[in-house]
């Protein structure tokens, strides 16, 4: 471990989780901004809040970090119930997507501050000072100010701030959010990376579905102050457990219909549409565990569907729809097509190129087929 490192990362305490999060609500009025959250982060880990606006992750932030009191719930750091313990005294580092640096402080003494607050020796601040400056990559910069750096500067320097002092949760809400997108991706593995080299717990909060599957090792999907799904992301592009993480992650093809459940363990029962009965495996069957003429919607990625002649027999274990290409977009690794059901709905199909890639022209009509396992079964609308 490189000399700044030794001084900035974390030793782990115990073998408790770092956060457990029991019941957590939050009322504002009549409306309930966390609905009901459960979380357990262990130690080290990386994981992120993802979810449209207003689903309410900064809330749920806010009351991790004591800014927002809970209307009901417990909130544990480190196995000591902190619910009711002020901000300053829960030992979280906390970086926000407005630069919250102190304008008429330099980067240096923005850095120190948390540790001047804890009355550490001046020896000691100075060579954390240093050693956070070098893990940000910012090293001769302790005299700027705030106005003299850039935005990503300036974000270096905060995230310096809130790890400098060890705590024992960092959180981030949206900290890359006011930056332009190829700054924003760099910032992305750089704090990736300074957060796994420090052996840091992270709770970050982000709305946007790449940058959570890029940084974190889970994901919790919010909806409407809940946690709907919680997993890895390759958990929650693969095995979505509704129509509501299969849409918000990924480019997903959603095909509405009735379940129509099957007659034993080797049948999964089917979609049935006005465009066609689609199989189910019996595993999707299983894990989605609707009744029987239930709404269901069956979910298919775009990378799953391969395009045939209209006329080609449809393999064994496959499922069929027609459609119209309406576009053919070439993506230099990948080609994409657009299609048109017959309804009207739009789907989407990507070919990796160098293999199995056809030649088909707008307007053509072809076949779209899937593998039974490959149509992820989850309840419809309206259930
Ligand atoms: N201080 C507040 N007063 C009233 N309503 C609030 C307040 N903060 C957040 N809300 C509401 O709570 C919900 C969740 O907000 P928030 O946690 O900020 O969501 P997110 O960070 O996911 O965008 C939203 O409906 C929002 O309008
Ligand atoms: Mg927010």
Redo the contacts with the bound molecule.
């Keep these: 471990m490189s000399a700044h490192l030794e001084t900035l990362g974390r030793k782990p305490r115990s073998d408790r989780p770092a956060l457990v999060i029991t019941g957590l609500h939050k009322m504002?009025?009549d409306?309930a901004?966390v609905d009901g959250v459960d979380l357990t982060v262990p130690e080290g880990e990386f994981l992120t809040l993802l979810?449209p606006?207003?689903?309410?992750?900064?809330?749920?932030l806010r009351m991790i970090a004591g800014f927002t009191v809970q209307s009901s719930g417990t909130i544990e750091i480190d196995g000591t119930d902190v619910s009711k313990t002020p901000p300053h005294r829960r030992d979280v580092g906390m970086v926000f997507q407005n630069y919250a640096l102190f304008p008429h402080m330099t980067a240096g003494e923005n850095i120190a501050f948390p540790l001047e607050m804890r009355k550490l020796p001046k020896a000691e601040i100075r060579q954390k000072v240093a050693d956070a400056l070098k893990l940000v990559k910012l090293d001769g910069y302790a005299g700027r100010y705030p106005r003299q750096m850039s935005g990503g500067q300036q974000q270096r320097i905060a995230l310096a701030r809130a790890v400098v002092f060890q705590p024992r949760l960092l959180l981030m809400d949206e900290p890359l959010g006011a930056l332009d997108k190829k700054l924003r991706e760099a910032l992305q593995l750089e704090i990736m990376h300074i957060s796994r080299q420090l052996g840091a717990t992270v709770i970050y909060?982000t709305h946007d579905q790449e940058e959570a599957l890029v940084m974190s090792d889970r994901i919790a999907i919010?909806h409407d102050?809940r946690i709907e799904q919680l997993g890895s992301g390759e958990d929650l592009y693969e095995r979505p457990v509704s129509l509501f993480v299969a849409d918000f992650i990924g480019e997903s093809n959603i095909l509405h219909g009735t379940y129509a459940a099957g007659s034993g363990d080797a049948d999964g029962g089917a979609v049935k549409a006005d465009l066609g009965t689609w199989r189910v495996s019996p595993e999707w069957a299983a894990r989605a565990g609707l009744a029987d003429g239930a709404s269901a919607a069956m979910v298919v990625r775009p990378e799953r569907l391969h395009l045939a002649a209209p006329d080609a027999e449809v393999a064994a274990g496959r499922n069929a729809i027609t459609a119209t290409v309406t576009d053919v977009l070439y993506l230099g690794s990948t080609r994409k097509y657009e299609l048109r059901l017959a309804s009207g709905q739009q789907v989407g199909v990507r070919e990796q190129l160098g293999r199995d890639e056809g030649d088909w022209r707008p307007g053509e009509q072809v076949q779209l087929t899937w593998s039974h396992g490959a149509g992820v079964l989850v309840a419809g609308r309206g259930e």
Excluded: E, L, P, R
């Excluded at 606006?53 to 749920?60: F, V």
């Design positions: 504002f009025g409306v901004a979810g606006s207003g689903s309410g992750k900064t809330t749920t909060v919010f102050g």
